[in-house]
């Protein structure tokens, strides 16, 4: 269905005043044209003017041209006459058929006047035409097929193409009396309320799908041929509304007009005239009605079952325009049956399992499931509300026989038994408003598989009973939320926003730009967010960051979108204070605002990742300052879950800003990870601390102290050696950020001891010190030697980078402390140590820490003149060969002291001759 909604917001953009007349004449033409291959994938376009023939293409064996009209108003005779015109100019070949599009044309607007200017030419499309391709309701060739069906008038409606009385009269429904006697069904009721048989009916052949109710008189019923009217009072049935392929339960506006699903579209029945209202749902989609009688689908599915991906449920807002419905992606992992609208922008959703309450105002995620409801039927079909927290729901019993009734109260998370019925099925339920009765379809248990019997039973009593008022002491009222108004007031209206003529400060990105704007109805000001031009590509980043802050709305720490264009041409956020870019001088020396802005950062990214989304482009700048809190925006370039991606290759090999990027980042950011992420903020808190100028992939480690850890093992280039969620990591900056009352050394010992008695942990948190105190020449020569090179050897060769710096280190303190020159046993422990270093990298073929670790032996020894050193070393590089021998050479022709030390190798013929090369060079000078 994703095509069919891309083509729907494009088919929008045409109605949009900001679209010039000749770009809205190309963007129908190419809406037809999507429409036509869909049937004929070889179909041409030809663009020459308005008026000639724009779309080519062939049919069961027959030539067809269409002509697309972008004229609206008074203007479409006279656009009328010039295609005509155009088209007598044109040396077509015999029997071509013609097609003109009048796709901004209403149907009320085609008069006899404008059927004469066709004349016999070809045949005439409305808006109503058009839309229902769009929408998916039928294919448009086989809208212009039915169209030349002889007698061809010009014009056939809508409803004329598609309706089709039944052969069959309507099935019955009557009052439950028969010769027989009168039918009743076994029912158990709580106490106060009543079943009771209202009307029965025998031999269906289609089963119902659903029920509405209309008035006291009236109900309607939902089959595969058509919606039926229901008298309520004295039984019988009529067809309303006879289009094949409607289902589900309809709903009926204020004014009349009936909406119902029929396939993959959602259509109206106002006055005698059929028009589409929304598509590109999935199969078995449902409506509700929802805030000021606005028409709501459920579709899709959110049933997962744990794997996060693939969910496609979705609560989607029908607009008066064709383009403009908005879509809400919900994140509920549930095999989702059914949903109600509760109050404002709440809405429940039953599933079977748990149920859960969704407010779109605050975001599209149902929280926890502690903040679920367990749901008291097996198959949560059907539901009507009986109260502004409480809905009635019907399903099969749990034990399989019979149908259960239950209200549930989706404040107080539980359910109350209602009644049970022996009933084979549900087919509808429906409530009366304002706590009337409700009506509960279903069919009567058969052993005959091939038609149904149907009976309405009529339930009162049920709604629950007002609690009598309890003096409690009055909780607190939580902090007015001043967005709140604009949040329920959102309708994705453009016209609810003036704009300041300029953009604000800093409000024009590479994507999009910010201006500041006031909410006209609630004259609040706010920030309003449109992306560079309509290109799919910036739309697409548009829609991405506007889903995030949707699924993510719970979260205080993530920007909100307080309102949005349905087809994501812009939408609306808080009028942020300040960012950490423009506060870094004040972060920069209040650590205790620092660790609040680290602490919101990662609350925002824990969510995130553990529903899928990566951010990608975490930087001072996205990091906003919202009245008393801080705020992670800008999530434009959002990796959205596994199997949820539309087109990888949209955001190219790179993307983000590369300063405060991750290195895979520009390689394969598609494959990124919740440590990417963490790099991102990591580099963020190196570049808040020091204030240098960023570079890519070059670390900002802040000056020795708490943070400089963090920073550290959090932007390693290997991935795999960062903290790979963001607990490990919130874990990593509560371990080096508490009060350390010790010395290192002192901690470095205690973390020796540990190793030492088999604490498996203790080695690598040792390693991890001693990097971090590069400095401290006490535990480099006193404790860091004693680390058993067996349990040093595969922490060091997992984690090159960290490696490399404990290497240089030891390799710099060949000076001695500060105070004196280095002990001899001192130098004989760093000698052994980056010996072992360079003997398991020679082994691993890690070249660059072979070569490094060599360089810093080389430097000690010949610093120093320890004998038994001497002869290990030599022992080692007899026995090397291939590149490890070749990097050896190298670094003894850069230390001719420490090479001397190894003349009489010359000799052996058995070692390696780089060595034995480099070895007498470095000696006969």
Same mark, same amino acid.
């Given at each position: 269905?994703?095509?069919?909604?891309?083509?729907?917001?494009?088919?929008?953009?045409?109605?949009?005043?900001?679209?010039?007349?000749?770009?809205?004449?190309?963007?129908?033409?190419?809406?037809?044209?999507?429409?036509?291959?869909?049937?004929?994938?070889?179909?041409?376009?030809?663009?020459?003017?308005?008026?000639?023939?724009? &779309?080519?293409?062939?049919?069961?064996?027959?030539?067809?041209?269409?002509?697309?009209?972008?004229?609206?108003?008074?203007?479409?005779?006279?656009?009328?006459?010039?295609?005509?015109?155009?088209?007598?100019?044109?040396?077509?070949?015999?029997? @071509?058929?013609?097609?003109?599009?009048?796709?901004?044309?209403?149907?009320?607007?085609?008069?006899?006047?404008?059927?004469? &200017?066709?004349?016999?030419?070809?045949?005439?499309?409305?808006?109503?035409?058009?839309?229902?391709?769009?929408?998916?309701? @039928?294919?448009?060739?086989?809208?212009?097929?039915?169209?030349?069906?002889?007698?061809?008038?010009?014009?056939?409606?809508?409803?004329?193409?598609?309706?089709?009385?039944?052969?069959?009269?309507?099935?019955?429904?009557?009052?439950?009396?028969?010769?027989?006697?009168?039918?009743?069904?076994?029912?158990? /009721?709580?106490?106060?309320?009543? $079943?009771?048989?209202?009307?029965?009916?025998?031999?269906?052949?289609?089963?119902? =799908?659903?029920?509405?109710?209309?008035?006291?008189?009236?109900?309607?019923?939902?089959?595969?041929?058509?919606?039926?009217?229901?008298?309520?009072?004295?039984?019988?049935?009529? *067809?309303?509304?006879?289009?094949?392929? &409607?289902?589900?339960?309809? @709903?009926?506006?204020?004014?009349?007009?009936?909406?119902?699903?029929?396939?993959?579209?959602?259509?109206?029945?106002?006055?005698?005239?059929?028009?589409?209202?929304?598509?590109?749902?999935?199969?078995?989609?449902?409506?509700?009605?929802?805030?000021?009688?606005?028409?709501?689908?459920?579709?899709?599915?959110?049933?997962?079952?744990?794997?996060?991906?693939?969910?496609?449920?979705?609560?989607?807002?029908?607009?008066?325009?064709?383009?403009?419905?908005?879509?809400?992606?919900?994140?509920?992992?549930?095999?989702?049956?059914?949903?109600?609208?509760?109050?404002?922008?709440?809405?429940?959703? $039953?599933?079977?399992?748990?149920?859960?309450?969704?407010?779109?105002?605050?975001?599209?995620?149902?929280?926890?499931?502690?903040?679920?409801?367990?749901?008291?039927?097996?198959?949560?079909?059907?539901?009507?509300?009986?109260?502004?927290?409480?809905?009635?729901?019907?399903?099969?019993?749990?034990?399989?026989?019979?149908?259960?009734?239950? /209200?549930?109260? !989706?404040?107080?998370?539980?359910?109350?038994?209602?009644?049970?019925?022996?009933?084979?099925?549900?087919?509808?339920?429906?409530? $009366?408003?304002?706590?009337?009765?409700?009506?509960?379809?279903?069919?009567?248990?058969?052993?005959?598989?091939?038609?149904?019997?149907?009976?309405?039973?009529?339930?009162?009593?049920?709604?629950? !009973?007002?609690?009598?008022?309890?003096?409690?002491?009055?909780?607190?009222?939580?902090?007015?939320?001043?967005?709140? !108004?604009?949040?329920?007031?959102?309708?994705?209206?453009?016209?609810?926003?003036?704009?300041?003529?300029?953009?604000? +400060?800093?409000?024009?990105?590479?994507?999009?730009?910010?201006?500041?704007?006031?909410?006209?109805?609630?004259?609040?000001?706010?920030?309003?967010?449109?992306?560079?031009?309509?290109?799919?590509?910036?739309?697409?980043?548009?829609?991405?960051?506007?889903? @995030?802050?949707?699924?993510?709305?719970?979260?205080?720490?993530?920007?909100?979108?307080?309102? =949005?264009?349905?087809?994501?041409?812009?939408?609306?956020?808080?009028?942020?204070?300040?960012?950490?870019?423009?506060?870094?001088?004040?972060?920069?020396?209040?650590?205790?605002?620092?660790?609040?802005?680290?602490?919101?950062?990662?609350? !925002?990214?824990?969510?995130?990742?553990?529903?899928?989304?990566?951010?990608?482009?975490?930087?001072?700048?996205?990091?906003?300052?919202?009245?008393?809190? *801080?705020?992670?925006?800008?999530?434009?370039?959002?990796?959205?879950?596994?199997?949820?991606?539309?087109?990888?290759?949209?955001?190219?090999?790179?993307?983000?800003?590369?300063?405060?990027?991750?290195?895979?980042?520009?390689?394969?950011?598609?494959?990124?990870?919740?440590?990417?992420?963490?790099?991102?903020?990591?580099?963020?808190?190196?570049?808040?601390?020091?204030?240098?100028?960023?570079? $890519?992939?070059?670390?900002?480690?802040?000056?020795?102290?708490? *943070?400089?850890?963090?920073?550290?093992?959090?932007?390693?280039?290997?991935?795999?050696?960062?903290?790979?969620?963001?607990?490990?990591?919130?874990?990593?900056?509560?371990?080096?950020?508490? +009060?350390?009352?010790?010395?290192?050394?002192?901690?470095?010992?205690?973390?020796?001891?540990?190793?030492?008695?088999?604490?498996?942990?203790?080695?690598?948190?040792?390693?991890?010190?001693?990097?971090?105190?590069?400095?401290?020449?006490?535990?480099?020569?006193?404790?860091? +030697?004693?680390?058993?090179?067996?349990?040093?050897?595969?922490?060091?060769?997992?984690?090159?980078?960290?490696?490399?710096?404990?290497?240089?280190?030891?390799?710099?303190?060949?000076?001695?402390?500060?105070?004196?020159?280095?002990?001899?046993?001192?130098?004989?422990?760093?000698?052994?140590?980056?010996?072992? &270093?360079?003997?398991?990298?020679?082994?691993?073929?890690?070249?660059?820490?072979?070569?490094?670790?060599?360089?810093?032996?080389?430097?000690?020894?010949?610093?120093?003149?320890?004998?038994?050193?001497?002869?290990?070393?030599?022992? *080692?590089?007899?026995?090397?060969?291939?590149?490890?021998?070749?990097?050896?050479?190298?670094?003894?022709?850069?230390?001719?002291?420490?090479?001397?030390?190894?003349?009489?190798?010359?000799?052996?013929?058995?070692?390696?001759?780089?060595?034995?090369?480099?070895?007498?060079?470095?000696?006969?000078?």
């Amino acid at each position: 269905m994703d095509d069919v909604r891309e083509l729907l917001a494009e088919y929008g953009q045409c109605h949009s005043d900001e679209v010039s007349e000749p770009d809205r004449h190309r963007l129908l033409v190419n809406v037809v044209a999507a429409l036509i291959r869909r049937t004929d994938a070889e179909a041409t376009v030809d663009y020459h003017s308005p008026d000639d023939p724009a &779309v080519f293409f062939e049919l069961a064996g027959r030539d067809y041209l269409i002509t697309v009209t972008a004229a609206s108003g008074t203007d479409v005779a006279e656009s009328a006459r010039a295609a005509v015109r155009a088209l007598d100019q044109r040396d077509l070949p015999p029997g @071509v058929r013609w097609v003109l599009v009048c796709a901004r044309t209403p149907a009320g607007a085609v008069d006899d006047g404008l059927r004469a &200017v066709l004349g016999k030419r070809g045949v005439l499309f409305d808006r109503n035409h058009l839309e229902a391709a769009v929408c998916a309701l @039928v294919p448009l060739a086989t809208l212009i097929r039915s169209a030349f069906r002889t007698p061809r008038p010009p014009y056939t409606p809508l409803h004329e193409l598609l309706l089709q009385e039944p052969e069959e009269p309507a099935p019955a429904l009557s009052l439950p009396t028969r010769p027989s006697g009168p039918v009743t069904v076994p029912a158990r /009721t709580e106490p106060g309320i009543v $079943a009771s048989v209202l009307l029965a009916g025998e031999d269906w052949p289609l089963p119902p =799908s659903g029920l509405a109710w209309e008035s006291a008189e009236r109900a309607l019923i939902t089959t595969e041929a058509g919606l039926a009217e229901v008298d309520l009072q004295r039984g019988g049935v009529r *067809w309303r509304l006879p289009l094949p392929g &409607v289902y589900g339960a309809a @709903v009926v506006l204020p004014d009349g007009a009936v909406c119902v699903p029929c396939g993959h579209a959602v259509v109206m029945w106002r006055d005698g005239e059929l028009r589409p209202v929304g598509g590109g749902f999935e199969q078995h989609a449902s409506l509700l009605l929802g805030p000021d009688a606005s028409v709501w689908v459920l579709s899709g599915s959110g049933a997962t079952f744990g794997a996060g991906t693939g969910s496609t449920l979705a609560l989607t807002r029908l607009s008066d325009e064709v383009g403009e419905q908005q879509r809400f992606s919900i994140a509920f992992d549930a095999a989702v049956r059914s949903a109600y609208w509760l109050d404002e922008r709440r809405f429940f959703l $039953a599933a079977s399992g748990h149920s859960a309450v969704v407010d779109l105002a605050v975001g599209t995620s149902v929280g926890g499931r502690e903040d679920w409801t367990p749901t008291p039927v097996s198959y949560p079909g059907h539901m009507a509300g009986t109260g502004s927290d409480t809905v009635l729901v019907a399903g099969r019993a749990g034990s399989g026989i019979g149908v259960e009734l239950h /209200t549930v109260d !989706a404040a107080a998370h539980k359910s109350d038994p209602v009644a049970t019925v022996q009933l084979g099925e549900v087919l509808g339920l429906a409530q $009366a408003p304002e706590g009337g009765p409700a009506y509960l379809l279903g069919s009567l248990p058969t052993n005959d598989v091939g038609v149904v019997h149907p009976v309405l039973v009529k339930i009162t009593g049920h709604a629950p !009973a007002v609690s009598q008022a309890v003096e409690e002491e009055p909780a607190p009222a939580p902090a007015a939320d001043p967005y709140a !108004a604009v949040r329920q007031q959102a309708r994705g209206n453009r016209d609810d926003y003036a704009l300041e003529k300029f953009p604000m +400060p800093g409000g024009e990105g590479g994507m999009g730009i910010v201006h500041e704007a006031v909410h006209k109805p609630t004259g609040t000001v706010v920030a309003f967010k449109k992306p560079r031009s309509l290109r799919e590509q910036l739309t697409a980043r548009m829609l991405r960051e506007i889903e @995030v802050a949707q699924v993510l709305g719970g979260n205080r720490h993530v920007m909100p979108v307080l309102d =949005s264009s349905p087809r994501a041409e812009w939408f609306v956020m808080p009028l942020a204070q300040d960012t950490a870019e423009h506060l870094q001088p004040q972060l920069q020396h209040d650590s205790q605002e620092l660790r609040a802005l680290v602490d919101a950062v990662a609350a !925002a990214l824990a969510d995130a990742h553990r529903l899928g989304y990566l951010h990608r482009d975490i930087k001072p700048a996205n990091i906003l300052r919202l009245d008393d809190r *801080w705020v992670l925006g800008d999530w434009g370039i959002v990796r959205r879950p596994r199997g949820q991606t539309t087109n990888p290759k949209r955001t190219g090999t790179k993307i983000g800003t590369a300063e405060f990027g991750a290195p895979e980042l520009s390689v394969a950011p598609h494959n990124a990870t919740p440590s990417s992420d963490i790099f991102s903020l990591a580099k963020v808190i190196g570049w808040l601390l020091t204030g240098i100028e960023p570079e $890519a992939n070059v670390p900002l480690l802040p000056a020795p102290g708490p *943070w400089r850890s963090v920073v550290r093992q959090c932007t390693y280039r290997d991935p795999l050696q960062r903290p790979q969620t963001i607990a490990e990591f919130l874990d990593l900056v509560g371990r080096e950020t508490s +009060p350390h009352i010790d010395l290192p050394i002192a901690r470095a010992q205690q973390l020796m001891t540990a190793a030492q008695e088999g604490d498996t942990n203790a080695a690598g948190r040792l390693l991890a010190l001693a990097a971090d105190h590069s400095d401290d020449y006490e535990l480099y020569l006193d404790v860091l +030697p004693n680390l058993e090179m067996k349990a040093a050897a595969p922490l060091l060769l997992a984690n090159p980078e960290q490696a490399l710096t404990l290497v240089h280190a030891m390799t710099g303190h060949v000076q001695g402390d500060g105070n004196g020159q280095p002990h001899w046993n001192e130098s004989k422990r760093a000698i052994a140590w980056l010996r072992g &270093v360079a003997v398991r990298a020679a082994r691993e073929k890690q070249w660059e820490l072979l070569e490094e670790a060599a360089r810093g032996m080389c430097t000690w020894d010949a610093a120093s003149n320890e004998w038994d050193q001497h002869d290990a070393i030599r022992d *080692w590089l007899r026995q090397l060969r291939g590149q490890a021998a070749q990097i050896l050479a190298a670094v003894l022709r850069e230390y001719p002291d420490s090479a001397g030390h190894f003349a009489d190798l010359t000799r052996e013929r058995t070692v390696d001759m780089a060595i034995r090369g480099a070895i007498n060079s470095a000696t006969s000078g």
